[in-house]
């Protein structure tokens, strides 16, 4: 069974940095694309960020260009969200998930429980 365990989210004020994990088991975990999404309340889920298997290849939703890192380290299975600068806005549920490299929550399908970033003003 597939299981992916997201860590590190938290309180934090405007302008702060955070990092968030993704823990995997129960997959070749170095064959697939790796996402980030996050869900505020009474929004859809959103795109944030990928990485391909091997690293080499990299995409970014509106939200986070400029200001969020996506990387991974294959050795360790695991899976990294670096958020700089955050804003209020911000303010959601985030979620790691495996699947095919894309933009697009459908291509995953295996998803972590999430973990909650708050970003006060």
């Known amino acids: 069974q597939v299981q992916l365990v997201e860590s590190g989210g938290g309180l934090v004020q405007d302008g702060d940095s955070l990092k968030l994990s993704c823990t995997a088991s129960?997959?070749?975990?170095?064959?697939?694309?790796m996402g980030w999404f996050r869900q505020a309340p009474g929004k859809e889920r959103e795109f944030v960020a990928a990485?391909?298997?091997?690293?080499?290849?990299?995409q970014y939703g509106d939200s986070a260009k400029g200001r969020f890192t996506i990387s991974r380290d294959n050795a360790k299975n695991l899976v990294y969200l670096q958020m700089n600068n955050l804003k209020p806005e911000d303010t959601a549920v985030y979620y790691c998930?495996?699947?095919?490299?894309?933009?697009?929550?459908?291509?995953?399908?295996?998803w972590g429980q999430g973990t909650q970033v708050t970003v006060s003003s």
């Open positions: 129960g997959r070749a975990f170095s064959s697939y694309a």
């Open positions: 990485v391909s298997w091997s690293g080499t290849f990299k």
């Open positions: 998930a495996t699947g095919t490299y894309s933009d697009s929550a459908g291509s995953y399908d295996y």
